[in-house]
């Protein structure tokens, strides 16, 4: 699973999404779903495709906490299909891609250590 918390007007925030919604439909295939939030805004601002709009601030307010960041802060995370938290890379600061390698560093983790999700050990 896989959680962007955005910006709906920053130039770096918009440039992840559109990353993150092109692999959307591999993954969906691969069981890793894919969902972006984003952050209240000025109002009237535009809500990105693919994107849920978070007007009142609730859910990033407490998806923040959860994930251990100061609310507002941009991030993905990466959680395992049981929502265990594994990884959460902050958006603003390093490159749109080193942001996004990251995410998917996490991801590979989290899937090479779900049983359900890779191929079993045997003895």
Known sequence: ????LLH???????GLHA??????????QEEV????????GQPGEPVLPGAL?????????????????????AVVAV??????LYGVVEVHG??????LAEALEWLDLAQ???GECSAPLWD
């Open 112 to 114: 090479r250590q779900c």
């Open 19 to 28: 990353e993150l919604q092109a692999l959307a439909p591999g993954w969906h």
């Open 33 to 40: 779903e894919a969902l972006t939030v984003m952050m209240p």
């Open 1 to 4: 699973m896989v959680v962007a």
């Open 94 to 99: 390093p490159p749109t891609a080193r942001v």
């Open 8 to 14: 709906a007007n920053c130039d770096a925030c918009q």
């Open 79 to 84: 959680a395992n299909r049981f929502g265990e």
């Open 53 to 73: 709009k978070d007007e009142q601030g609730t859910v990033t307010w407490k998806l923040s906490e959860c994930f251990g960041r100061v609310p507002g802060t």
